[in-house]
Structures are given as structure tokens and as C-alpha cells.
Nanobody
Framework: VQLQASGGGSVQAGGSLKLSCAAR?????VFWSSQKGWYRQAPGKQ?????????????NYRDSVKGRFTISKDNTRKTVYLQMNRLEPEDTAVYYC?????????WGQGTLVTVSS
């Protein structure tokens, strides 16, 4: 199984980006039942949870992104998304996707998001 993240880039403050994370080689039923999340790590800081999506559809966001970011999934494509709107310079970081099946924890390679003021 490999998580392939994409969609990062450079934008000005107030702009939008949509990150994607495709779970290559994962059985669809495993993807469907797994906990999914996006994390980020800014330079000199620890990795932090941005958003998570449970198999029952419930979501959780860190306070600083509530109302601006939306996590979603496409079970058919086995892909997790992070729609990021009204981006702020403080959102600059490498973003990592995560899929936790309960027995295994998978991480994507990271995609860089840079927000300029």
C-alpha cells in the first residue's frame, strides 16, 4: 500500500488549494473502514493534526482551520481530500495524509503548501 499525496503549491493569502491522497494498493473495504487524516509540519515545529475523518463520516478539525478546511473522501477512488480555503501564512507547512486501518498506519510522502502574505 502506498499513499500518494498531491495538490500542494504556492498561493497568496486568501487563496485556495485542494490536496488529494490516493491509497494505491489498498483494498476498498479497508479504505472505507479506516480512520483518515491530514497532518502538517511547519519548519521547526512538530507535526500536528489538521483534520480527521472517521469511517462513520464524523469529522474533527483543529481550531485554527475550522470553517476554512474541509476533509472528504471518495471511497470509489480510495482518495482522501483536503479542501483549503482562505489560506493564511500560518498554514504554510508540509502536509501529510494518513490512513489508519486499525492494524496498520499508512503515511503519504508529504506535499508542501506555501502561503505568502
Amino acid at each position: 500500500v502506498q499513499l500518494q499525496a498531491s495538490g500542494g503549491g504556492s498561493v497568496q493569502a486568501g487563496g485556495s488549494l485542494k490536496l488529494s491522497c490516493a491509497a494505491r494498493g489498498m483494498i476498498t473495504s479497508v479504505f472505507w473502514s479506516s480512520q483518515k487524516g491530514w497532518y502538517r509540519q511547519a519548519p521547526g515545529k512538530q507535526r500536528e493534526l489538521v483534520a480527521e475523518l472517521s469511517s462513520d463520516g464524523s469529522t474533527n478539525y483543529r481550531d485554527s482551520v475550522k470553517g476554512r478546511f474541509t476533509i472528504s473522501k471518495d471511497n470509489t477512488r480510495k482518495t482522501v481530500y483536503l479542501q483549503m480555503n482562505r489560506l493564511e501564512p500560518e498554514d504554510t507547512a508540509v502536509y501529510y495524509c494518513n490512513v489508519n486501518s486499525g492494524s496498520r498506519d499508512y503515511w503519504g510522502q508529504g506535499t508542501l503548501v506555501t502561503v505568502s502574505s
